[in-house]
């Protein structure tokens, strides 16, 4: 006998943060595992964990992290006002975001940034290109 399930990781944790960060930033979201030049600034989400919370005897609480990566490409020389300030504006807006929904309808609830990377270096990354890495994290509820 064949059985039913929701795949929780793409229905309450990807898909409706997704939706949370198209609809703030009007950009594209992506999942690349490897960096791959998606224009002049984009996001990628990047699936880390799934951890089981709380076993009962009818439901379950899980963990989901996430990695919210923002990439944004400036030339010339680093500075604070065309470098710094402009990430910095891009994360403050997107913790912003999170916490505004940490609880998001019927998806996710406990929704929250545990910690934000500004200095992260990646194989591949042009001087160019700067990364900014967000660990997200929320739990899922399911009745089982």
């Given at each position: 006998?064949?059985i039913?399930?929701?795949?929780?990781?793409?229905?309450?944790?990807?898909?409706?943060l997704?939706?949370l960060?198209?609809?703030?930033?009007?950009?594209?979201?992506?999942?690349?595992?490897?960096?791959?030049q998606?224009?002049?600034?984009?996001?990628?989400?990047?699936?880390?964990s799934?951890t089981?919370?709380?076993?009962?005897?009818s439901?379950?609480?899980?963990l989901?992290?996430?990695?919210?990566?923002y990439?944004?490409v400036?030339?010339?020389?680093?500075?604070?006002d065309?470098?710094?300030?402009a990430v910095?504006?891009?994360?403050?807006?997107?913790?912003?975001?999170?916490?505004?929904?940490t609880?998001?309808?019927?998806?996710?609830?406990?929704?929250?940034?545990?910690?934000?990377n500004?200095?992260?270096?990646?194989?591949?990354?042009?001087?160019?290109?700067?990364?900014?890495?967000?660990?997200?994290?929320?739990?899922v509820?399911?009745v089982?």
């Amino acid at each position: 006998m064949a059985i039913t399930f929701t795949n929780h990781l793409k229905t309450n944790v990807l898909d409706p943060l997704q939706a949370l960060i198209v609809a703030e930033f009007a950009q594209s979201v992506y999942y690349d595992q490897e960096f791959v030049q998606r224009g002049s600034n984009w996001f990628n989400l990047q699936p880390v964990s799934d951890t089981l919370e709380e076993d009962l005897s009818s439901a379950h609480t899980r963990l989901y992290e996430v990695v919210i990566q923002y990439y944004r490409v400036v030339s010339g020389e680093y500075r604070k006002d065309t470098h710094i300030d402009a990430v910095s504006a891009i994360t403050e807006r997107l913790k912003r975001l999170i916490r505004n929904n940490t609880s998001h309808e019927t998806y996710f609830f406990n929704g929250k940034l545990n910690s934000i990377n500004y200095t992260t270096e990646a194989e591949g990354l042009s001087p160019d290109t700067l990364l900014v890495e967000a660990s997200f994290t929320c739990n899922v509820f399911e009745v089982v």
